[in-house]
């Protein structure tokens, strides 16, 4: 008798646990943009993460001016690109492949966006390291976060593909 209250108990434990995991599945991860959305915070702790470490880490480097400039070069490629570049996805025409759907475009274009937006701030690390003018690092860091918080997810092109 005290294994079938056992089994009974735990039956009904994993009966609630299995309710509740599958009521969080459906409300905090419905979307595709909520898994967007955690994306995004996720590549704002990493910014804010590479933020504080520049400040924290003593710059004894002296990088040459020639590296400086083609970090920050590479850096406002990324921002301009993370633009183009999802907009060259999602418009991109099908081709004979059955894998790219709009919608998986659409997501594509959008992890591009935030990891370019991510990468600004993280250019911005590297030229600390490399000894960079506190005004060009504190302004990649910048940049990256806005980058970062103005970004939208836009329109899901069609639902039937989720």
């Not at 406002?76 to 999602?90: H, N």
């Amino acid at each position: 008798m005290l294994t079938c209250s056992v089994l009974t108990l735990d039956f009904r434990t994993f009966s609630v646990q299995s309710r509740l995991y599958s009521y969080l599945r459906e409300t905090l991860m419905r979307t595709p943009e909520r898994h967007l959305r955690f994306l995004q915070a996720g590549c704002l702790l990493v910014l804010i993460a590479s933020t504080r470490l520049a400040w924290r880490v003593p710059r004894t480097t002296h990088g040459s001016p020639a590296v400086r400039w083609i970090v920050l070069a590479l850096a406002l490629t990324c921002s301009v690109q993370g633009f183009t570049l999802q907009r060259r996805i999602v418009s991109r025409p099908q081709r004979g492949s059955g894998a790219s759907t709009p919608f998986t475009r659409w997501r594509a274009g959008n992890i591009v966006r935030l990891a370019f937006a991510t990468a600004v701030g993280l250019y911005g690390l590297v030229l600390s390291e490399f000894g960079g003018p506190l005004w060009q690092v504190n302004s990649l860091f910048i940049i990256g976060l806005v980058l970062l918080l103005i970004w939208r997810p836009g329109i899901i092109p069609n639902l039937k593909d989720i």
